[in-house]
């Protein structure tokens, strides 16, 4: 079972960077602001890599060879260019 996946980056995420700044709930991938009923989640490394969700933040310098950010939002239409199983809900 592969236990990271390099993480979706939209090629408007500067682009939106700009026009949206700083939200506070916002897509990791693209940085867009996210709609209300929006609740997926990745699990990120410091190597800005998608951590699977059977790693916990406490295993996953173990595992992956590099600490855990937590868990970041991301919308729709940039979870659909991830893995589903790295995805939670």
């Known amino acids: 079972m592969e236990l990271t996946h390099r993480i979706y980056e939209s090629s408007k ?3 939106n960077r700009k026009k949206y700044g700083t939200a506070k709930h916002q897509c990791i991938c693209c940085l867009k602001p996210m709609k209300e009923g929006e609740v997926l989640q990745i699990h990120m490394n410091v190597h800005c890599e998608a951590v699977h969700p059977s790693v916990t933040v406490e295993e996953c310098q173990e595992k992956t060879g590099a600490e855990s950010q937590g868990y970041f939002p991301i919308g729709n239409s940039c ?3 991830m893995p589903k199983d790295f995805l939670i809900r």
């Open 13 to 15: 995420k500067e682009q």
């Open 79 to 81: 979870a659909k260019k």
